[in-house]
């Protein structure tokens, strides 16, 4: 006969154990002194995963998203999205610690939903927005580069940062950082 597993406060003892794991998390992720600081991206060929601890709330977040998916945009909505439910929700977790009652929680389904539109508020495909002529003549007058121009030729909408990197062989920084001055120059647009 299967025995509930509540009446022997194993939830609770779970979930004070995982409260524990989450403070020795905040203790390795600071840097320095800066409790502010507590986000680390994890890059590899087939996927980034940022982790960002919200202090005040002491919940640890995480999305794994595809490689090409812009970083600085998801950690945005990241935050965007502690903030909300620690405003929604600064009472619940507190009671949600001692209870292990969730139910409170389901709201951040919708603003988890909302603010990353579905999953797709990093996709990042630059477009190119003069034709190849003028984007000669601008680079006759020295505003861009070779390199510069390549860039900016794979601009078709449909190629990411990542995969424009891959096919020039550059990395992806080189690439943001060309199309960061593109975009200044009204050359491309995202």
Known sequence: MKEDIRSQDVIP?????????IDKIQD?????????????VVESENSTIIIIYH??????F???SDPDDDVDKTIEVIHKI????????QADVKIFRTTSEKSRFQTIIADIENLSKGGKISEVFPKLLVVKKVLEKIMSMGMINED?????????GEASPLRIARILSKSRNDVNIVLKKLEELDIVNF
Do not use: Y
């Not at 202090?55 to 640890?60: A, E, K, T, V, Y």
């Not at 510069?148 to 078709?156: P, R, S, V």
């Open 13 to 21: 003892g779970f979930f004070k154990e995982i409260n524990d794991i």
């Open 28 to 40: 390795a992720m600071v840097k320095g002194n800066n409790k502010d600081d507590m986000t680390r």
């Open 148 to 156: 510069d121009f390549q860039i900016a030729l794979k601009c078709t």
């Open 82 to 89: 502690s903030s909300r439910f620690w405003l929604k929700h």
């Open 55 to 60: 202090p005040l709330s002491r919940i640890l």
């Open 62 to 64: 995480c999305s794994i």
